[in-house]
DNA sequence: CGTCATGTTGAGCGTCATCAACAGGAGTGG
DNA sequence: CCACTCCTGTTGATGACGCTCAACATGACG
């Protein structure tokens, strides 16, 4: 394979982390990315209504999924890192229904549906994993609902903290010692209440509770958790929800 | 084709509101529902931690999708009505991550994991709607996500109505006259009250203060809503998020 | 006639939202 | 370099919304 940096690699790498590719499909998915856009923090990559003629590929930076009301409050549903391909279902739907947005700084790479399609149909065992990555995203919708419906403010940040850091790791970007954990944060509280359906102020407020408990912190855009048994029971997390994205043993990683 | 209460009848025709099924797979599926079996209500389907060999499609009933917590709390994270097949993610992920449970007395159908895949091998189409199957849930899942987040305990109530008034008209299974519609609602105020993360007494008074509205009314298991526009209005329901599951022009129907 | 499930109502309290103010750091322009 | 602005995080005060506990009403069913 060629280079780390190529923008194929980290969507190539990602989907191999899920199933086993033939490695004439890992060719076919050389030349798939058409066109690579960078963009700020906060800026929409598609929006509500959109009718796109490419899926997105992340490549780098923090993506949310997200719907706006009519009031102006905005909702995040998902979050998303590299490797994933957010809007699949645009290859089948008229007009999108919410919006992918950046988090950060980030790199998105476009896919012509064409192109796609075509691959799909030549090989089944793309369109399986990607039905896959949809069922994944499923997955953790319904978790989201249950955090959003059924916990306590601290849990609820809690428990979005215990599956970042469980994907994350799985990613490659987070890193275990012991009982601690700690990787990368970088939403602001105001992006945070946007995700926990929480006001800023009250998000504030228990985030403090919840390093009040000595299970975590977070400083310098960064999550520390220093007891993630402790920190899930808190949370009520059971990752059973998120096997579907679970690498297989001995796929590649970074 | 045969006769109206054949089982797979149910499902080839959900199937056929979404896409046009060549009629050799309609005749391929004639005869996939290896089981039919009934449930009283409140029953589960199939439950969390299950390892299913068999697909449910619902023939007849309220199913619903959802979670237990460890303390007993259960969240209701979708509804689902005749002719869907709510887990199909069962072909690919180990072991289930939640609960499909009855509301209602409900009649549901089996297919064999095996035959199943070997049909879609077959028609790769079939693949493709059932891909688009679970993006209808999806879809679904984003905008729960958004109502139990961010939406006041009556409007989140009066949108659970609207969304269902919606679904159950393409179903054939809601009347419209003029603004105003009317369904049946077997549902009670604690299954409500699961499905919108509120305790079952907020339900009951928020349930009246939507009465008082004259917006919409409950009585003899029957909704009736007299103004559309407006509840919808009040509910701050944009349909958008279905039109994956919106039937095509000429979809054969009830 | 008693039991059970569901719906309804009252009282009291806790969680979370809202409004407001201020502190600190980053970036900008004078 | 300082003054200014903007963004983020933090804290206080107050009130609304929703929860809990409790009681009672109603209808279905035995």
Redesign the pocket.
């Known amino acids: 394979m060629s280079g780390v940096h190529q923008p194929t690699n980290t969507l190539v790498q990602r989907l191999n982390m899920l199933a086993d590719l033939p490695s004439e499909v890992d060719q076919a998915l050389e030349n798939v990315i058409a066109q690579v856009r960078t963009y700020a923090?906060?800026q929409d990559i598609v929006s509500q209504g959109d009718q796109p003629t490419h899926c997105a590929v992340i490549l780098d930076g923090w993506i949310s999924r997200n719907k706006v009301l009519k009031e102006g409050k905005r909702q995040i549903t998902a979050l998303h890192f590299a490797g994933v391909t957010p809007d699949l279902q645009s290859l089948f739907t008229p007009a999108l229904d919410h919006n992918i947005s950046t988090l950060t700084e980030a790199s998105v790479g476009f896919i012509p549906h064409a192109h796609l399609r075509e691959l799909m149909e030549r090989f089944p065992v793309l369109a399986q994993i990607f039905w896959r990555e949809t069922l994944v995203d499923a997955a953790i919708a319904r978790e989201w609902e249950v955090n959003l419906a059924a916990r306590?403010?601290?849990k609820?940040i809690a428990h979005i903290f215990c599956e970042v850091a469980t994907r994350l790791e799985w990613f490659g970007k987070a890193t275990r010692e012991g009982a601690t954990m700690s990787f990368q944060w970088p939403?602001?509280?105001?992006?945070?209440?946007e995700a926990t359906?929480?006001?800023?102020?009250?998000?504030?407020?228990?985030?403090?509770q919840l390093r009040a408990t000595k299970l975590m912190d977070i400083t310098q855009q960064r999550v520390t958790i220093f007891d993630v048994q402790k920190l899930e029971a808190l949370a009520g997390f059971n990752p059973d929800y998120l096997a579907a994205e679970e690498p297989r043993k001995g796929s590649r990683q970074n």
């Open positions: 923090a906060n306590s403010s601290v609820r939403l602001t509280q105001i992006q945070l209440s359906g929480l006001s800023v102020v009250h998000t504030n407020r228990s985030l403090m």
